[in-house]
């Protein structure tokens, strides 16, 4: 089966400027997270979605950082403005769904921000 | 929230040998917790997982034990090969599917 896609693989951008990730799950999987990962740290989620609904939004700063599933399927990941500290990488990962035996997470390449 | 610590942040070892890395998590409430691998530039791809109701999974070279009193669960990896070399993650989570809390990874290196 088709993975999880992501664009764009790399981006650089200067401080206070805006940046926009997409991500496509794997067909049919109804729960969509996004994940920062500082170099040499784990990721952490910043969003889960569930189809087109927000599941927990805890961790992301609300501040400059937004994201949607409009339809259920395809998201978007934006930071307006951006900041040094958000270098990182951003990765996508979809589930079928969240219930045993459901849940094992997919992840995508991943997009590398450098933020100058 | 939960707090996942995992050691060594590096290991090396001979191919050969087994490697055990150990992850400590905060949260009593956690029951699921998954192992992922990443190579150096590509995606975390999860390698096994168990629940809590379950003390040991293995699959071929890999088992992971969970010690649900102590908190802590271990991933251990038999007759390690130089493609065993990558940086492991562990995880922990209240409920399969919900938000995953990552350790902060351990480097292996497998040395022909």
């Known amino acids: 089966e088709a993975g999880v896609a992501q664009s764009p693989r790399y981006k650089i951008i200067e401080k206070r400027q805006s940046v926009a990730f997409w991500c496509n799950p794997i067909s049919g999987h109804a729960t969509l997270y996004w994940y920062q990962q500082i170099l040499g740290q784990g990721p952490k989620l910043l969003i889960q979605f569930q189809n087109n609904g927000v599941v927990d939004d805890s961790q992301l700063p609300k501040d400059r950082f937004s994201a949607e599933r409009l339809k259920g399927v395809d998201s978007t990941l934006k930071i307006q403005p951006a900041k040094l500290e958000d270098s990182a990488v951003y990765l996508c990962?979809?589930?079928?769904?969240?219930?045993?035996?459901?849940?094992?997470?997919?992840f995508g390449p991943g997009t590398r921000l450098l933020v100058l | 929230g939960e707090n996942v610590e995992q050691h060594p942040s590096t290991l090396s070892v001979q191919e050969g040998d087994s490697a055990v890395i150990k992850c400590t998590y905060s949260d009593s409430a956690s029951n699921y917790f998954p192992w992922y691998k990443q190579e150096l530039g590509k995606r975390p791809q999860l390698i096994i997982d168990?629940?809590?109701?379950?003390g040991e999974k293995k699959d071929q070279r890999i088992a992971v034990t969970l010690n649900k009193t102590a908190k802590h669960f271990s991933l251990h990896i038999t007759e390690t090969q130089p493609e065993d070399s990558a940086v492991y993650f562990c995880a922990a989570s209240r409920r399969a599917g919900n938000m995953l809390t990552f350790g902060g990874g351990t480097r292996l290196m497998v040395k022909p």
């Open positions: 168990i629940r809590s109701n379950v």
């Open positions: 990962a979809s589930s079928l769904a969240t219930w045993r035996g459901q849940e094992t997470q997919y």
